[in-house]
Each structure stands twice: as C-alpha cells, then as structure tokens.
T-cell receptor, first 113, second 117 residues
Framework: TQLLEQSPQFLSIQEGENLTVYCNSSSVFSSLQWYRQEPGEGPVLLVTVVTGGEVKKLKRLTFQFGDARKDSSLHITAAQTGDTGLYLCAGDRLESGTYKYIFGTGTRLKVLA | GAVVSQHPSRVICKSGTSVKIECRSLDFQATTMFWYRQFPKQSLMLMATSNEGSKATYEQGVEKDKFLINHASLTLSTLTVTSAHPEDSSFYIC?????????????FGQGTRLTVV
C-alpha cells in the first residue's frame, strides 16, 4: 500500500504554462516535504510544510499543506525548462515504534521549450 | 543544509560478489538513517530504517540477509548487498536525519548506481 499518492504521474507542458502537482494520503502527517530529483542524483529538498493550511512560496513555486494535514500541493507558475525533473513529496510516519520516512509515488515533469 | 556523503557513486560488480555502500553524515550526528532503492523513472522505495546501535528495521519484502545494514556510529551507516545478482542492479540512496520524530527533514546522499553483471 502506497501511503502517499501523487498525481499526475507524468506531465509534459510548454514553457510558460502553469501546473499543479498533488500529494494525497489517507493518513495524517506531522509535516510533509517536497523534493526535486535529477536523474542519477539524490533528491534535493525544496520545502517543508508543517501547519495545516500552510502556504509557502519559493519564487515561482507555491506549496500548500491541507487543513487536515493529509494532502499537499505544489503549484508552478510560468514553468521553465529548468523545472524539468522528478517531484516527490515525502513525510515521516510512526509505525510500531519506528519512524519511517516515506516518499510519494512521484511526478515526472517535462517542460518543453 | 546538512551534508550526507554516499560512496561509491557507481559500482559494477560480478554476479555472486558482495558490495558495500557507505553513507556518512558529515556535519551532524544522525541517529536515524534510511536506505532506499529506486528503479528507473520510479519513486524511492524505503528498504530499511537504521538506528544507531540497534538492528535495522526492514520493510516487508526486503531480504534482511541479502541487504545487510550496519549503523555503527552516529555518522556512518553501511548497506552491503550480498551475493549480488543482476536483478539487484538499481539506484540506492541513503538519507540521514538528526531527529527521531516530528518534522523530520531527511538529507540525502548522492546515490549509488549498482550494476551487477
């Protein structure tokens, strides 16, 4: 069972367009992180959202944490070719006394010039 | 952010041999480290959670005897792929966290591309 489902799985858009990526779960997370990963490299942290309803902006990227802390979204305004990559949400879960840091299913974004 | 170093970045080994991958937190002490496996164009799948000084907690379906994890110090965890086979070829990534609980922000190594021939 995948705890963090992302949609869409793949997105190909033209430069200048806007897009939104969703990260959904039936479980509550104390916080969620968003990462971007380039091929052959480790994920790079973009943002952490902690409070339900929180909105954070990082230049053209807007991140929102759902009120119930079960979901999050990433909105990119005026996408650029440099935004191409794999976007991952992630969060920690306490299971049987062990904290596990799990990733969403991923959204592969391709921005065309 | 904190720095996590993973070594080697690439390794090619013969089928049947063992490969050790190191994950070091360079500027902080990591009580918890996570090991992931990533197949092409897919997300990261958690293999195991490693706590310093104790046995690793493996995810369902991950063979403990095949993927040996040692977290001997607060700055080093190792993953040994034993008796590697071609199907073990994958991208392995470690991450380290200084916190055990809330608001965990994991810092990642650069990943290791393992190819078993």
């Amino acid at each position: 069972t995948q705890l963090l489902e992302q949609s869409p799985q793949f997105l190909s858009i033209q430069e200048g367009e806007n897009l939104t990526v969703y990260c959904n779960s039936s479980s509550v997370f104390s916080s969620l992180q968003w990462y971007r990963q380039e091929p052959g490299e480790g994920p790079v942290l973009l943002v952490t959202v902690v409070t339900g309803g929180e909105v954070k902006k990082l230049k053209r990227l807007t991140f929102q944490f759902g009120d119930a802390r079960k979901d999050s979204s990433l909105h990119i305004t005026a996408a650029q070719t440099g935004d191409t990559g794999l976007y991952l949400c992630a969060g920690d879960r306490l299971e049987s006394g062990t904290y596990k840091y799990i990733f969403g299913t991923g959204t592969r974004l391709k921005v065309l010039a | 952010g904190a720095v996590v170093s993973q070594h080697p970045s690439r390794v090619i080994c013969k089928s049947g041999t063992s490969v050790k991958i190191e994950c070091r937190s360079l500027d902080f002490q990591a009580t918890t480290m996570f090991w992931y496996r990533q197949f092409p164009k897919q997300s990261l799948m958690l293999m195991a959670t490693s706590n310093e000084g104790s046995k690793a907690t493996y995810e369902q379906g991950v063979e403990k005897d095949k993927f040996l994890i040692n977290h001997a110090s607060l700055t080093l965890s190792t993953l040994t792929v034993t008796s590697a086979h071609p199907e073990d070829s994958s991208f392995y990534i470690c991450s380290a966290s200084a916190l055990r609980g809330r608001n965990t922000e994991a810092f990642f190594g650069q990943g290791t591309r393992l190819t078993v021939v």
